[in-house]
């Protein structure tokens, strides 16, 4: 490698905490309710910053039948992560709760069988791979069908914010597949500088893109709160609360 992975790894967590500050910093123009949906920002960069950290002093790291190492870490940042952005596309969307739930499932399905079909040996690796496949297949539908549909009935500038969430999040998806399968703990197919580099890459693309959209897209946040006075109030709404008396700071 041209740098020590660990050095790769510690470079990617400093560019996530400047980013993390930065969107703390942003933070501060909102207020209310918009700014506790905006607090998704700051928390997907600071999962990457606290991966990438262990991952840089090799902590929880396990190793494939083949030797090569599994960061568990990586993973952990992806489940604390990745469902929560899902959910909140399905929040957008105005999708029903038993759809935005299906789609943190799904999440939480791919990240898993992924782990599996690094960790487990032949021929049980292949119980992950379905898994993968799977969540991806219900994951994209529930994206490009359902929520669209959904999406068709809220704000123009909720629409937007949806349309470009989840562009990100089916990009994702379909370049961790690719990168997963190809890597040094699947195929083998990937250098190891290559599927580091790549990898990185794409988490950064993931948790800063995310936090970065999210905050160009104050007034998508402020609709969505007038609708939901919390963020959890999505999930548990009868329908018959009044809208949320949110006042911003500022854009």
């Known amino acids: 490698m041209i740098i020590p992975e660990s050095t790769f790894y510690l470079l990617v967590s400093t560019v996530a905490l400047v980013a993390?500050?930065?969107?703390?910093?942003?933070?501060?123009?909102?207020?209310?309710?918009?700014r506790q949906?905006?607090?998704?920002?700051?928390?997907?960069?600071?999962m990457l910053m606290i991966g990438y950290f262990a991952m840089a002093n090799q902590l929880l790291v396990l190793h494939s039948p083949g030797g090569e190492p599994v960061p568990v870490s990586r993973f952990l940042m992806y489940l604390f992560t990745y469902p929560l952005v899902v959910a909140s596309i399905g929040v957008l969307a105005d999708a029903s709760r038993r759809l935005t739930l299906a789609g943190m499932?799904?999440?939480?399905?791919?990240?898993?069988g992924t782990l599996?079909?690094?960790?487990?040996?032949?021929?049980?690796?292949?119980?992950?791979k379905l898994m993968v496949l799977a969540s991806i297949a219900s994951a994209l539908y529930l994206l490009f069908l359902p929520y669209?549909?959904?999406?068709?009935?809220?704000?123009?500038?909720?629409?937007?914010?949806?349309?470009?969430?989840?562009?990100?999040?089916?990009?994702?998806?379909?370049?961790?597949?690719v990168v997963g399968l190809t890597s040094r703990q699947g195929l083998g197919l990937l250098g190891?500088?290559?599927?580091?580099?790549?990898?990185?890459?794409?988490?950064?693309?993931?948790?800063i893109g995310f936090g970065g959209i999210l905050l160009r897209a104050p007034t998508a946040i402020r609709e969505l709160a007038a609708e939901h006075p919390t963020p959890l109030d999505y999930f548990?709404?009868?329908?018959?609360?009044?809208?949320?008396?949110?006042t911003p700071a500022g854009d």
């Open 116 to 128: 599996i079909n690094w960790l487990a040996p032949v021929p049980f690796d292949s119980g992950g």
């Open 236 to 246: 548990r709404d009868d329908g018959t609360h009044p809208p949320s008396a949110d």
């Open 20 to 34: 993390t500050l930065g969107f703390v910093a942003r933070l501060r123009q909102f207020s209310g309710t918009t």
């Open 37 to 46: 949906y905006l607090l998704l920002a700051p928390f997907a960069s600071g």
């Open 148 to 177: 669209t549909q959904s999406a068709q009935a809220v704000t123009g500038a909720r629409r937007l914010l949806f349309g470009k969430l989840r562009n990100l999040m089916a990009l994702l998806m379909l370049m961790y597949l």
């Open 105 to 112: 499932i799904a999440l939480v399905g791919f990240v898993t």
């Open 192 to 207: 190891t500088f290559t599927g580091v580099y790549v990898g990185g890459y794409l988490d950064l693309l993931g948790h």
